[in-house]
């Protein structure tokens, strides 16, 4: 009986989330737009429901339990043999592309007077892959008064940037005289989104779309490694923070790791890639939807200028690092 009530009691919220992320969807194909942003919007549009108590318990259940499901599936779509195809200096330029990131977005933050997890979760959502990222990481944090609205506004934020870095980003690489392969690297090492890394890659060339989205997916592929070492790293701060509880290992991690193996290991049909991979792509719009519910729109314009300019720093950060390795490889 107690199965039932749970059920009746989150249904409501959750289909008035999967209602939203599916016209954030309609409207991303229809428009062009990034179909997380349109996501965010409608439900900031729509957070009135989430004070109703018919609704509150569904838009929970979407915004924590509807997005680990989605992080994890995520392992569908990168595979060990991607690192090696790239070579081990592609890399290691990757993976110090995003400590770097990570780390210039703590010490930034607490410079600007913001929350150094603040400093993580966008460092991580610059450095990995944008809105995905952002949620993985955003899921294992400690709760606090201000972790949705810094999610929400980290989305927000990675997504924009991410859009205008497909457009400008081919520009700038034609304008530098790169090659096919070093414009590829540029555009999978620097785009937050892979959305906007296929976009931009393709608009050059073919071959450009299908080395960026590979030095992409690699990026994604370092995902659990990351959220893994920020897991470690606050169970071992949890003294210098008597509000946090310690965070639990996350069974959404073990599926990400189960699944990317398996990945790895077997030579899985592509329509069963491509369907875990939008199934993944419509766990994650609807659960963005949710947190855009459960958001104070007047929280987030009371922030300021200083989330944006620790998101555009990052991101200029990590495009630089790239640049100036690439006649290295």
């Not at 289909?15 to 309609?26: D, E, K």
């Not at 110090?96 to 603040?118: D, H, M, P, Q």
């Not at 979760?121 to 955003?138: H, K, R």
């Not at 980003?169 to 959305?195: K, M, W």
Request: hydrophobic share 55%; net charge neutral; charged share 10%.
């Amino acid at each position: 009986m107690s199965h039932v009530l749970s059920v009746k009691a989150v249904l409501p919220g959750l289909t008035v989330s999967i209602i939203v992320g599916l016209a954030a969807l309609f409207l991303s194909e229809h428009y062009g737009a990034p179909a997380m942003l349109f996501a965010l919007l409608l439900g900031i549009a729509m957070s009135f429901l989430y004070e109703d108590t018919q609704c509150k318990q569904g838009v929970e259940f979407a915004a924590n339990h509807v997005l680990r499901i989605g992080v994890a599936i995520l392992g569908f779509r990168v595979a060990f043999g991607d690192l090696l195809t790239l070579g081990w200096k592609t890399a290691l330029l990757l993976v110090f592309a995003i400590v770097s990131t990570i780390t210039i977005g703590v010490v930034l933050s607490k410079a600007l007077g913001l929350n150094k997890r603040f400093g993580v979760l966008t460092g991580g959502a610059v450095g990995i892959c944008g809105a995905s990222a952002a949620m993985a990481i955003s899921a294992i944090l400690p709760n606090d008064k201000h972790k949705d609205r810094d999610t929400l506004l980290t989305v927000i934020g990675v997504t924009s940037l991410s859009t205008i870095s497909m457009i400008l980003y081919p520009v700038i690489a034609d304008a530098l005289g790169l090659n096919h392969t070093e414009t590829s690297i540029f555009l999978g090492g620097t785009i937050h989104d892979v959305a906007q890394v296929v976009g931009a890659g393709y608009s050059v060339s073919e071959q450009t779309g299908d080395l960026a989205t590979l030095t992409k997916l690699v990026r994604v592929s370092f995902l659990m490694p990351v959220v893994l070492c920020i897991l470690l790293l606050l169970k071992l701060n949890l003294d210098k923070d008597l509000e946090a509880k310690s965070p639990k290992f996350p069974a959404f991690l073990i599926v990400f790791v189960c699944l990317m193996t398996l990945n790895s290991m077997l030579d899985i049909p592509a329509f069963l890639t491509q369907a875990a991979t939008d199934f993944s792509r419509y766990a994650l719009v609807i659960s963005i939807a949710a947190i855009g519910m459960k958001s104070n729109l007047r929280q987030i314009l009371t922030v300021g200028l200083k989330p944006i300019f620790l998101l555009l720093f990052e991101t200029i950060w990590i495009a630089l690092v790239i640049l100036l390795a690439l006649p290295y490889l």
